[in-house]
């Protein structure tokens, strides 16, 4: 693999057909996060290896590769040392420089590809290509100064979310402004582009995970309820406990968004529920957060369905193993001011739990560290479980 040389345009062409790649080829993984760590470590009990491209030798996912590729993800030097040894190539997040991808798909397939990263990098491309597909979306306008910003509160109604265009996760780069009198913090200079939406009333947040692959078959895992505290996902557990015929209608929409976005991979699209009606949100072209719940909870994880969709394999199946799966975050707010983790066995008092840790040495604020699963019978008493075992671990 080392002596490999960028593919021709024809070459990148045929990459759509393709065949399945199999278990003992290589998996680039651009991103040393947790996800990448979830990911490499599914795709090796499925037999592949993985390299990842990342700057930090003791990075999450680093922790738990075959190897590393060390360098930053704009190095055009490290992404070539990195790309010459896949077979096929995917990544963790989305906030990567498209060229990075673009450069990643002359060696080996890569998948999502830089054109499906710059719509999700953007807000404003991302929400009008899923509305000019006719896909139900929050009510949204480009502002850039306080006269647009005035325009869109009075097309929009107040209140409306401000947001930057790129960029932000876990509610940074956005707020909320009741009034034009209001507005007058926000620094315009932060950001080329901004987005107002229009803020929605809504009964519940949730999502759905769909995978697709390099020949279109897709699949989707059971609508996931979220509860957020602080703009940061708190609780997830599925199914949703909303109407089947809600589920469907979002589970329809989540997979016409992959193939408006020509997508291969996993695609999260979050939703507001609003009476019978859902509204996309945002979209994640990646495992996410809510997913994780799928470790434990379902027959197919989203990670090892992630491997599964990038090789062109046959998709896992999304059932749920129990009636009811669920997930409680660990942030960095659960370590002592000194660093000191928890006492781990707290949680393990409650013999269901399953525990996650991300590898993270540096405890911050409202940073993710790992997570809680559990199955069971009850959507309440799973979420009231995981919470008590949370609790028991705090300082």
Same mark, same amino acid.
């Given at each position: 693999?080392?002596n490999?040389?960028?593919?021709?345009?024809?070459?990148q062409?045929?990459?759509?057909?393709?065949p399945?790649?199999?278990?003992?080829?290589? @998996?680039g993984?651009?991103g040393?996060?947790?996800?990448g760590?979830?990911?490499?470590?599914a795709?090796?009990?499925?037999?592949?290896? %993985?390299?990842?491209?990342?700057?930090?030798?003791d990075?999450?996912?680093?922790?738990?590769?075959? +190897?590393?590729?060390?360098?930053?993800? +704009?190095?055009?030097?490290?992404?070539?040392?990195f790309?010459?040894?896949? $077979?096929?190539?995917?990544?963790?997040?989305? &906030?990567?420089?498209?060229?990075?991808?673009?450069?990643?798909?002359?060696?080996?397939?890569?998948?999502p590809?830089?054109?499906?990263?710059?719509?999700?990098?953007?807000?404003?491309?991302?929400?009008?290509?899923?509305?000019?597909?006719?896909?139900?979306?929050?009510?949204?306008?480009?502002?850039? +100064? /306080?006269?647009s910003?005035e325009?869109?509160?009075e097309?929009?109604?107040w209140?409306?979310?401000?947001?930057?265009?790129?960029?932000?996760?876990?509610?940074?780069?956005?707020?909320?402004?009741?009034?034009?009198?209001?507005a007058?913090?926000? =620094?315009?200079?932060a950001? =080329?582009?901004?987005?107002a939406?229009?803020?929605?009333?809504?009964?519940?947040?949730?999502?759905?995970?769909?995978?697709?692959?390099?020949?279109?078959?897709?699949?989707?895992?059971?609508?996931?309820?979220?509860?957020?505290?602080?703009? @940061?996902?708190d609780?997830?557990?599925?199914?949703?406990? @909303? +109407?089947a015929?809600l589920?469907?209608?979002a589970?329809q929409?989540?997979?016409?968004?992959a193939?408006? /976005? =020509?997508?291969?991979?996993?695609?999260?699209?979050?939703?507001? %529920?609003?009476? $019978?009606? %859902?509204?996309?949100?945002?979209v994640? #072209?990646r495992?996410?957060?809510?997913?994780?719940?799928?470790?434990?909870?379902?027959?197919?994880?989203?990670?090892?369905?992630?491997?599964?969709?990038?090789?062109?394999?046959?998709l896992?199946?999304?059932?749920?193993?129990?009636?009811?799966?669920?997930? @409680?975050?660990? /942030?960095? $707010?659960?370590w002592?001011?000194?660093?000191?983790? #928890? &006492?781990?066995?707290?949680?393990?008092?409650?013999?269901s %739990?399953?525990?996650?840790?991300?590898?993270?040495? =540096?405890?911050?604020?409202?940073?993710?560290?790992?997570?809680?699963?559990?199955?069971?019978?009850?959507?309440?008493?799973?979420?009231?479980?995981?919470?008590?075992?949370?609790?028991?671990?705090? #300082?």
């Amino acid at each position: 693999m080392e002596n490999a040389s960028p593919l021709s345009d024809d070459q990148q062409v045929n990459n759509q057909s393709k065949p399945m790649i199999q278990p003992g080829a290589t @998996i680039g993984m651009v991103g040393g996060g947790q996800l990448g760590r979830m990911f490499a470590m599914a795709a090796s009990t499925m037999g592949f290896r %993985v390299i990842i491209l990342c700057d930090d030798p003791d990075s999450p996912a680093a922790q738990v590769a075959h +190897d590393t590729v060390l360098g930053q993800l +704009d190095d055009r030097e490290a992404v070539d040392r990195f790309a010459k040894q896949c $077979d096929v190539i995917t990544l963790e997040f989305e &906030n990567i420089p498209a060229e990075t991808i673009a450069q990643c798909s002359q060696y080996a397939p890569t998948y999502p590809s830089a054109q499906v990263l710059a719509i999700a990098q953007n807000r404003l491309i991302e929400k009008s290509t899923l509305r000019d597909a006719g896909l139900p979306v929050t009510p949204f306008l480009e502002v850039n +100064d /306080l006269a647009s910003l005035e325009r869109a509160g009075e097309s929009l109604g107040w209140p409306i979310i401000v947001k930057t265009a790129t960029s932000g996760y876990d509610g940074k780069g956005q707020s909320k402004v009741d009034s034009i009198a209001e507005a007058d913090e926000i =620094d315009w200079s932060a950001c =080329d582009l901004w987005i107002a939406e229009k803020c929605i009333t809504f009964d519940l947040e949730v999502s759905v995970i769909v995978a697709r692959t390099v020949t279109g078959n897709i699949a989707a895992f059971p609508v996931f309820e979220n509860a957020h505290r602080n703009h @940061i996902l708190d609780v997830s557990v599925a199914p949703a406990r @909303i +109407d089947a015929s809600l589920a469907d209608r979002a589970v329809q929409i989540a997979q016409s968004a992959a193939e408006t /976005l =020509d997508l291969v991979g996993l695609l999260c699209v979050e939703f507001f %529920v609003s009476g $019978d009606a %859902v509204m996309i949100n945002e979209v994640a #072209p990646r495992p996410h957060n809510s997913g994780h719940l799928t470790i434990e909870g379902c027959e197919t994880s989203q990670f090892q369905q992630h491997v599964r969709a990038i090789c062109n394999l046959p998709l896992g199946s999304t059932t749920l193993r129990s009636p009811v799966a669920s997930m @409680i975050n660990l /942030l960095g $707010d659960l370590w002592q001011e000194d660093g000191t983790a #928890p &006492n781990w066995s707290a949680a393990f008092m409650d013999s269901s %739990v399953a525990l996650h840790l991300y590898g993270k040495s =540096d405890a911050k604020h409202g940073r993710k560290m790992g997570h809680l699963t559990m199955t069971g019978q009850s959507h309440q008493d799973l979420i009231d479980r995981l919470q008590h075992a949370r609790k028991r671990l705090e #300082p």
